[in-house]
């Protein structure tokens, strides 16, 4: 079906005109858009959801760390602590936070990750997917129906702002996951349209500024945890949404919002590594220390 649409009012409105669910309304416009069947853009989100899937077993069962030494056995320690104590929150809890640095983790161990929007990021989008179709017991397609939800969502922003921390801070690329996976809980937690993309826009609108200051330029500090913090806060999002607490400010202009916080903010915060987190004392250490062990 030819669907146009770039801001989420254009969707809403044909989701209710169609009465069809986002995810519907994205496969179709897809296969028409790339003469493609609605099954095979189906096949192709299912060999995405393999793939994220894929990265969280390795990532549970490995502590490598990665060529700088920074990071990679966060995951393990997070394991290793929940067997010991358990969490407050429980076990959907200790799923998303275990799931989302596992992911990450791998990303920084070269190993194979979905970008989902970007690879600093992708940790965020699968561990609320996996993890709460594991709760729900979610089929294959209902895991597929969520995860081009999320697409959706990084769609319709991408059509305004470059997902990249070098564009607009790191609110583009962990608040952009986050975003979407708002959505694609709402879609698990069977949630209705509106509060899919509700659920978005307080994801984004409560990250927005956040910069992007990697320390010594690598995608590891503080990107790693920054993708466990995420991912939870895609849960509250929807929580919220699901009780039909409204963003006060409409989705579209949160977008808005969030290009010009980016166009706004100084480029010593936008991936260059000239500030924030990369030029504190302990980030130039950290970085001297790298340069002296090449
Ligand atoms: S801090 Fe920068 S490099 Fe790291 S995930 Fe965020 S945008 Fe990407």
């Known amino acids: ?3 146009s649409f770039s801001t989420f009012e254009s969707l809403l409105e044909i989701c209710n005109k169609e009465n069809k669910k986002i995810y519907e309304i994205m496969q179709e416009k897809e296969a028409f858009d790339f003469e493609k069947t609605v099954q095979s853009v189906r096949d192709k989100t ?19 760390k990665s060529i700088s030494g920074l990071c990679g056995d966060d995951c393990y320690k997070l394991l290793e602590k929940y067997k010991r104590t358990g969490t407050i929150f429980g076990e959907v809890f200790e799923k998303i936070t275990t799931y ?3 992911t990450m983790e791998e990303n920084l161990r ?4 979905v970008a989902c929007p970007t690879a600093g990021s992708c940790g965020i989008v699968p561990a609320v997917i996996i993890a709460l179709s594991e709760k729900y017991k979610s089929n294959k397609e209902e895991e597929i129906n969520a995860l081009i939800t999320a697409g959706t969502i990084g769609y319709i922003i991408s059509a305004k702002v470059a997902m990249a921390g070098a564009v607009a801070g790191c609110q583009a690329e962990c608040g952009v996951a986050s975003a979407m996976s708002a959505a694609a809980a709402v879609q698990i937690m069977r949630g209705n349209e509106k509060q899919k993309i509700n659920a978005a826009a307080l994801a984004l609108k409560n990250i927005l500024g956040l910069t992007c200051d990697p320390v010594s330029g690598l995608v590891e500090i503080p990107c790693v945890k920054r993708n466990v913090f995420l991912a939870i806060h895609a849960i509250t999002a929807a929580e919220l949404s699901l009780a039909d607490i409204e963003s006060k400010i409409p989705p579209d202009e949160i977008v808005d919002a969030m290009m010009q916080t980016g166009q706004l903010m100084s480029p010593l915060l936008k991936e260059t590594s000239q ?3 990369a030029t504190t004392k302990s980030g130039i250490l950290i970085k001297k220390r790298i340069i002296n062990t090449q």
């Open 1 to 3: 079906m030819e669907y």
């Open 46 to 64: 299912e060999k995405s959801l393999n793939a994220m899937k894929e990265a969280i077993n390795n990532g549970l069962k490995s502590k490598e």
């Open 100 to 102: 989302a640095l596992a």
């Open 110 to 113: 070269m190993n194979r990750i």
């Open 275 to 277: 500030g924030g987190l």
